[in-house]
């Protein structure tokens, strides 16, 4: 468990969340909209899709904005119908990660039925590789779809915390030798997620996402969000553009900040972890 005071906080905060940008690197309006929220606030940090065709772009903002918080959002899938990427290694270097048309699966299913374990972590250590080169100050690492939380893939998750020296995000979702032994080692572990973002009908965003804040409950939390411009490319890409818009304005904007400081809640980034697990 995280001391909130081990990340500067005041003995009085009972509640921490890090305010997470996913996403980022995806398309075009991702990035704008997701460097906005960061940049303005009570969003945190985010992560970078680095397989992903906008991954340049994301890097040149984060060369230009040395002090935004990012991470690798590690990528084994590509989950939309017609806006795809692939492995940053290649189909052929990685032949068990791709799907017929050459690209990264569409679903966790696909992926964890059809990986091999060799080549998720070639990859995902190309990925973390690519970022580090691209001139990103990689603060953490965490998982697109969820997929390293599957079968060995979590093995491959934990590893790659250890040899980069990052924390990532993780959770005690039930007894585990692996968690308690990183926890032991100086590894931060999250006492709660909330992924609820995105699950709201348009006109629903304020009170959906004031219901998330209210929900977390008390230690270090983090509280995932997309935050992306809701332009014409968002929306050819996918159906929840009215989402993201809106939590562009939430995350970014006066609307999320007053929410958080009316619950009591401190939004912290990663890097504070990254330095507490540097520094022990």
Excluded: K
């Excluded at 606030?41 to 230009?64: E, K, L, N, Y």
């Excluded at 965003?205 to 929900?215: D, E, K, P, Q």
């Amino acid at each position: 468990m995280v001391a909130l005071t081990d990340l500067g906080l005041s003995p009085d905060v009972t509640r921490a969340a890090v305010v997470h940008v996913d996403d980022l690197g995806m398309c075009h309006d991702a990035n704008e909209g997701g460097f906005e929220a960061i940049v303005n606030g009570p969003a945190t940090c985010g992560s970078i899709m680095v397989p992903c065709p906008w991954f340049a772009d994301a890097a040149a903002r984060a060369r230009d904005l040395p002090d935004v918080d990012l991470g690798v959002h590690l990528t084994l899938t590509a989950e939309y119908d017609r806006f795809r990427w692939g492995p940053v290694l290649g189909a052929t270097a990685v032949p068990s990660l791709v799907d017929d048309e050459g690209y990264l699966p569409r679903t966790v299913e696909e992926i964890v039925a059809a990986a091999d374990l060799d080549e998720v972590d070639s990859e995902l250590r190309a990925q973390i590789d690519r970022a580090l080169a691209a001139g990103v100050d990689v603060t953490h690492l965490d998982s697109h779809m969820g997929t390293m939380f599957h079968r060995g893939f979590f093995d491959i998750y934990l590893q790659l915390a250890r040899d980069y020296r990052l924390p990532l995000f993780i959770f005690r979702y039930g007894p585990s030798a692996q968690v308690d032994q990183l926890e032991a080692d100086g590894w931060p572990i999250f006492d709660s997620f909330d992924s609820e973002s995105l699950d709201f009908a348009p006109g629903e965003g304020a009170a959906h996402n004031a219901a998330r804040l209210a929900g977390l409950p008390a230690g270090l939390s983090y509280l995932i969000c997309h935050a992306s411009r809701g332009g014409e490319e968002l929306r050819a890409i996918t159906d929840s553009a009215h989402a993201r818009e809106f939590e562009r304005t939430y995350y970014g904007g006066a609307a999320g900040a007053e929410a958080i400081a009316a619950e009591s809640i401190a939004a912290v980034g990663m890097r504070p972890l990254r330095d507490l697990l540097r520094s022990a």
